[in-house]
């Protein structure tokens, strides 16, 4: 296919809350440019960016999926992004690389959560928005009710360039405020419309509303206001001019409509896009990393050397791993040699293609702005830059939230623990919301992602495409033990058997330490009483028992132990006796120290809706937290708050239910702190009855 140019692409990013039609209005655009022969649909299943499995299923995106298709000698790549709570961090990414955002707003609903939340996203990386209206065909529609909840949710700068011709059955097309003309649309779903004059009981309406986008364009210049109060108007020239550049600059919100479902509209959000949104050449040049660790500025000049941003991997269980890219500067050819500054890997860029749902269309040359993919890099990752030798630069990657969940993973058969350790860290790559570790005091590994839903649908997606199947559990809390009180213990280690026996003496003094500060082993020997080479053996045996505590065999910290007499037999004592004497002497101290259980506790911040602050303040208090502040933000409260972790293994799924789904939290470890002792003993039981299970099983 052609090589487009900086200048003739857009980047576009869709945005919104789930349901509101963004893969719907994909298909349309595609089929109205004749870039594919069908309308692909969602509740049939043949949507061209919800291709995987578990997507046509659930009848939802759970990832952004990619398209391009060519209009008015440009080249557009839309990228689809998800719209429900648990997936639409995934966004972040496409926002990134886009020139502009296409933000959905339901005609029936308004703006909704996850509106708001993409919204943020493009305002956070300054990707100037348009937005538009959809399903003003479905029964309530209504287009004052949205732009009313629009305004509301974004102020007075998102103007309506275009109105609607009709609401709910009988929306048949749009009025374009800017060229003055009707578009009627056909009802064949092809897209195509015819332009009339506009409608003789529309056109009061029609003036109302053009003269109000022109004074917020007007507003936008000095000039243009001064020519705007002298003539009462301003050409469709000046208007189209004006409006371009204030799109470019983020300071409009245009407002479009339509009906993806029935390709009504969508013609006129493609002309609106071709005309008036940004080429990558419009907008601010990418910031970098030199090589000397100096910023420097990457703008968009396919005649300069070559820089790529991988925004997006795809795990192709037959073919590798698939790298998603945007070439921000240079002309990258198919047989191009790039640098990865990260790991200093070379890559060939061999086999370069664009992307249209699952389909791959071969590309010789990829231009600065464009967007391409390609398979088998190396040691290339989301995140990465690529870049050729004669100049080194690097780009920041996109940070995305903490998890807010995580779940204990076991295989359902032994001897399955490395194939499911690499299948999940392919969906790392795949997924930067997922993230795989181990607890090294549980031993468990966990899979971690941003609600109950994504950890279910990415672990699902894992079996499915490697053959794994796991078992997904509550993950253990890594409580700890330390005690309260002091103790001298006198332990001794005497066996005797045939030939050599075993001996060891040693006493031992006990006693806490501030929270936090470990374990610390005093050696206060003095003549000799332990021989300096068994002290090691004792130390050594202490150190193991810390692993298990004698309340609920919980790691035990935060104490110190003195070594301060003993005494050994000539033949008899070894540093295996000495061991054991530490061991008895640990388990008896222990015992007589007051020990006592430890929760971790976490910082807790979370962001909720005015409207909701009881409820969650309420269940906050329930769970043990302790409020440590609250600040506004916007329309919403930020809580910040103390919480043991204990309390916070379910609290997603409660926030969702308590806000529905328009609060959102991260949490981070803080500190450990000592159970109440109404809780102690039910913590001690259940870990009884586990260590008694796990013995019968053996």
């Known amino acids: 296919m052609k090589v487009y140019g900086p200048k003739e692409i857009r980047n576009v990013a869709l945005l919104g809350h789930g349901g509101a039609g963004k893969t719907t209005l994909t298909s349309a655009m595609l089929f109205a440019s004749k870039s594919v022969g069908r309308f692909g649909r969602v509740d049939d299943g043949t949507a061209f960016t919800d291709y995987e ?22 080249k557009m790549n839309i990228l689809d992004t998800p719209g429900y709570g648990n997936f639409i961090a995934e966004a972040r990414g496409p926002v990134r690389v886009s020139d502009s955002a296409v ?20 305002e956070e990386f300054g990707v100037p928005r348009v937005l538009a209206v959809n399903k003003l065909d479905r029964e309530n529609a209504s287009f004052d009710r949205a732009m009313a909840s629009v305004t509301e949710a974004f102020g007075r700068l998102a103007v309506p360039v275009c109105l609607p011709l009709g609401q709910e059955k009988e929306f048949t097309g749009v009025i374009d405020l800017i060229h003055g003309k009707a578009h009627l649309y056909k009802h064949d779903d092809s897209g195509a419309y015819e332009e009339k004059e506009i409608p003789a ?7 109302k509303a053009r003269a109000a986008l022109v004074e917020a364009v007007a507003e936008l210049d000095e000039k243009l206001m001064e020519k705007y109060f002298e003539a009462g108007d301003l050409t469709p020239e000046e ?22 479902s029935k390709n009504i509209g969508v013609a006129d959000i493609l002309n609106f896009l071709a005309e008036f949104a940004p080429s990558p050449t419009d907008r601010p040049a990418w910031k970098a990393k030199a090589a000397d660790g100096s910023e420097i500025e990457v703008p968009a000049d396919a005649a300069a050397p070559v820089a790529a941003f991988v925004f997006k991997s795809i795990s192709d269980p037959a073919q590798g791993r698939i790298n998603v890219f945007k070439v921000v500067s240079g002309t990258l050819g198919g047989d191009s040699n790039l640098q990865n500054p990260r790991t200093g890997t070379p890559e060939r860029m061999a086999g370069l293609f664009h992307m249209k749902g699952k389909e791959r269309v071969k590309c010789e040359q990829a231009a600065a702005g464009d967007i391409a993919a390609i398979m088998k890099l190396k040691e290339t990752h989301t995140g990465d830059t690529l870049c050729g030798k004669e100049r080194t630069v690097v780009f920041e990657p996109v940070k995305y939230p903490i998890p807010a969940i995580s779940f204990a993973v076991e295989p359902k058969s032994r001897g399955d623990e490395e194939k499911i350790a690499a299948a999940l860290a392919r969906m790392v790559d795949e997924d930067p919301n997922f993230k795989v570790g181990r607890d090294p005091q549980t031993k468990q590994q966990l899979v971690s992602g941003q609600g109950t839903q994504h950890v279910e649908i990415v672990v699902a997606r894992v079996q499915r495409r490697y053959g794994v199947e796991m078992v997904l559990k509550q993950p253990k809390v890594p409580y700890k033990e330390t005690i309260k009180g002091r103790a001298e213990v006198h332990a001794r280690h005497k066996k005797q058997t045939g030939g050599h026996g075993q001996f060891a003496d040693i006493q031992i003094k006990m006693e806490p330490l501030p929270r936090g500060s470990g374990f610390e082993f005093k050696d206060d020997i003095f003549g ?4 300096r080479n068994f002290i090691p053996a004792v130390e050594k045996g202490l150190v193991e028992s810390l692993d298990r505590g004698a309340l609920a065999g919980y790691p035990v910290v935060d104490l110190r132990i003195t070594l301060f007499d003993g005494g050994f037999h000539p033949v ?30 976490m910082n807790l911040e979370v962001v909720v809706p005015d409207e909701c602050m009881g409820d969650v303040m309420g269940d906050l208090n329930s769970r ?3 409020i440590q502040g609250m600040t506004q933000k916007g329309h919403s409260q930020v809580v910040k708050a103390q919480v043991p972790l204990a309390e916070l293994l379910t609290y997603a799924s409660t926030l969702k239910s308590m806000t529905a789904d328009r609060g959102s939290f991260s949490m981070e470890f803080a500190s450990y702190e000592e159970v109440p002792s109404q809780t102690q003993q039910k913590i001690i039981e259940e870990a009884k009855k586990a260590q008694e299970a796990e013995a019968a099983a053996k």
Request: charged residues 30%; contains cysteine.
């Open 53 to 74: 499995e578990d997507e046509i299923e659930r009848k939802l995106s759970i990832s952004t999926g990619l398209a391009f298709l060519e209009w008015n000698k440009l």
């Open 103 to 122: 933000v959905l707003v339901s005609a029936v609903s308004g703006v909704e959560v996850m509106t708001a939340k993409g919204w943020e996203y493009a």
């Open 201 to 207: 009981e529309k056109r009061d309406e029609a003036a």
């Open 239 to 260: 208007l189209a001019a004006a409006l371009k550049i204030g799109v470019a600059q983020d300071k409009i919100f245009p407002v479009l409509c339509c009906a993806a």
């Open 528 to 531: 000799g009483s332990v021989p």
């Open 572 to 601: 008899d004592s070894s540093e295996m006796a000495f061991k054991i004497a530490a061991h008895m002497g640990f388990k008896e101290a222990m015992e007589k120290c007051r020990p006592t259980l430890l929760d971790p506790v």
């Open 624 to 626: 043990r937290g302790r």
